[in-house]
Each structure stands twice: as C-alpha cells, then as structure tokens.
C-alpha cells in the first residue's frame, strides 16, 4: 500500500494558461497530501518546473498544433483536425504507459481530451462546454458541441473553472441549458490565490510604479506579432511599463531607454507584485488571465488573438458586461485605450477556495491508497 496517492496532473500546451491556472489544482492536492506526478511539454512543462521544482515530471508532447501569421484560423484549425484526433489517440496509449510505470490513481486533465481511462478515475478540465465557431462557420456549432460532448463524457467528472451564478466569466462558453453529467462548477483557477500578500487592488493604488503592464502569451507566430507592435507604440510614448513575454524557458532580461523592462518570464509572486503596481494590463483575454485578473481585482484592455474564436469572444463578453476595455490587433493605439479603460470597472467577485477542496478530497477518496 502507498503511503499517498499518486495523482497526475497534465495541462494543454497551447500557450501557458493551462498550466498557470494547474497551479492552485497542484498546491490543493499537495496540501491533501497526494503526490502530483506532472506531464507536460514545452512553455507549459517550463512553466511548471519553475513553480514545483521538487516536484516528478514526465514529459508528454503537445498536439504540434500551428497557428496561421495570416489568413483563416478557422480554415487552419479545420484541416488540422486529423493531426488533432491522431494526438488524442497517440494519448490514450501513453497514458496507459504512465499509469502502469508510475503507478497512476487518478489523473487531472486539463483540455487534453485523449486522458481518460476505465481503470482510475479522471477528471477533464475546461472552461469551453460550447465552443465557438465563428459567424460563418456557425452550422458546425451542434457538430463541435456533440464531439466536445463525446470526449468529455468519457471522464468520471468535468470541473467547470467558473461560477455557477451570475456574474461569472465564460458566459455562453460553460452555462449551458444541458450540462454534461457529473459537471462541477468549481470557482476560477489563479495561480495568485493563495499567494501571501495583498490580494486586493491597493498595493497598485498606493505604488504605481508601472503606467502598463504587457501581459503576453499564447501561441507563435501570434504572440511575437502583439509583441513587435506593442514595443513599438511603447517607444513612441513616455509610458512607463513593464513587459512579461510569457517564455518560461527563455531567461533573458532587458531594458529599453530606461523606462520600459522586458522580462522572458516572472514567477507568480514576482508577476503578482507587477501586476498590483500597474495602472493596467494590456493582454490577451485568454481564460486563465480573466481569472488572475479576478483574483488581483484589475483592470485590463484585451487584444484576442485574430481569428481565435473563445478570446474574440471572451473580449466582446468583457466589453458588453463593462468589465474590461478590447481592442482589434489591427487598430492597436495605446494612449486612447488607456484613456477609454479607466471607465470600465473590472471584475469583482470573492471567490471560495472550499469548493476546489472538496472536489479534490472526493476524488482522492475514490482512488485506489
């Protein structure tokens, strides 16, 4: 018999927000004494060796899935479906590999559809019950929802990272009529919960030491493209600020004309402290970096990523509920979305840690000790 139970934690590789928003998962299953086995690859295995370096990791490659510079995103996520559905397959059988070489009881999925199995429990992890096709696309909505339910299903549980209640984040992403069984709505995910300190907005009131924080991350070639046109508008103002590049496995560190500091990557306590001294965050409205800014109460203008149908949708969410100010990649002018920012509110609700920790001690009570 083990002592503890070992429990594997695997995010999606596209971009780091899935492993950011593991963080609190991790620290709740460590503080219930399980053992975490964690499997990743590339930006997001760096990421989480940075954050639990004392932790076992296996390395799982990714779907090797590409982003288009130009052109359809749609188009391009179509005909890589194939590629998709090979690499859940190619999952299911390392997994298996896994669980027989580490002595896997339960494994925690999040958005890696290939990780369910009959011998332990699973749990699969999402935000995106709906996923959104875009506007022209809009016949294959029930086709995409029916396939999302069909992997989704094979799990024990689905934990919803939201609130069940109005105002929550994902909006038509999660709240649907018919959820899928056995789904838990379990409250966001930050890596900031948890972290000592002030977890409100006054630190960033009372020391505003940057004017904007640049938040990037995502996948390539889209993430150097905001890059490349964010430097060159910080250039032409007298903006101080602060930019994280969200390249965990880079450690080069810059500074331009004094006023501007480029980082590869910040731990979450360091990034936590730059996002409180900043007036605003200017990012992608990707899910994971909602709910730090939830959990840091700032606010923030939102770019999506062109053509990715969930942040296009997310930012125009946002937009409608006044929470956060958006803009089009295209039409990036920082001084007057800055100016439009400050009358929106942000997001602000308290959230409970309790509801994350009970899921967890249910699931380690039904694996095999």
């Known amino acids: 018999m083990k002592d503890k139970p070992n429990i594997l934690v695997c995010p999606l590789d596209w971009g780091i927000g899935h492993a950011t928003r593991c963080v609190p998962v991790i620290r709740e299953l460590l503080r219930q004494n399980a053992n975490v086995i964690i499997a990743a690859d590339g930006r997001p295995l760096a990421f989480l060796r940075t954050e639990f370096p004392n932790l076992q990791f296996v390395k799982f490659p990714g779907y090797k899935f590409s982003y288009p ?18 690499g859940i397959r190619k999952e299911k059988e390392l997994l298996d590999e896994i669980i027989r070489n580490h002595s896997i009881d339960g494994v925690i999925s999040d958005n890696r559809y290939g990780l369910s199995s009959k011998k332990i429990p699973c749990i699969f992890i999402t935000h995106q019950l709906r996923i959104k096709a875009p506007r022209y696309l809009a016949f294959l ?111 080069q560190d810059v500074t331009i004309e004094g006023r501007i500091e480029i980082f590869s990557h910040l731990d979450s306590e360091r990034l936590r402290k730059a996002i409180l001294q900043s007036r605003i965050v200017l990012s992608r409205p990707g899910y994971s970096t909602l709910m730090d800014l939830v959990a840091l109460g700032k606010k923030a203008v939102f770019i999506p ?3 990715q149908t969930e942040q296009e949708y997310l930012a125009e969410y946002c937009l409608g509920k006044k929470w956060h100010y958006c803009i089009n990649q295209k039409e990036i002018d920082l001084e007057n979305s800055i100016r439009k920012a400050g009358n929106f509110t942000g997001y602000k609700r308290a959230n409970d840690p309790g509801v994350l920790s009970a899921r967890i001690s249910v699931l380690l009570k039904a694996v095999k000790t």
């Not at 510079?69 to 090979?86: D, H, N, V």
Request: hydrophobic share 35%; glycine share 10%.
């Open 305 to 307: 990523t062109p053509g």
């Open 69 to 86: 510079g130009k052109g359809s995103m749609a188009f391009k996520m179509t005909i890589q479906i194939p590629r998709i559905l090979q």
């Open 141 to 251: 909505q029930p086709l995409l929802y029916r396939i999302n339910m069909h992997f989704i299903s094979k799990y024990d549980e689905c934990w919803v990272p939201d609130f069940i209640d109005e105002p929550n984040l994902s909006g038509q992403l999660s709240h649907l009529e018919s959820l899928p069984k056995s789904t838990y709505f379990i409250g966001p995910l930050s890596r900031f919960a948890g972290i000592s300190g002030n977890e409100n907005n006054s630190e960033g009131n009372n020391q505003s030491k940057y004017d904007i924080l640049v938040l990037l991350s995502g996948p390539e070639p889209q993430r150097t493209m905001l890059e490349e046109k964010i430097l060159s508008q910080l250039k032409l103002h007298q903006y101080s600020a602060i930019v994280v590049g969200g390249k965990p496995e880079s450690g």
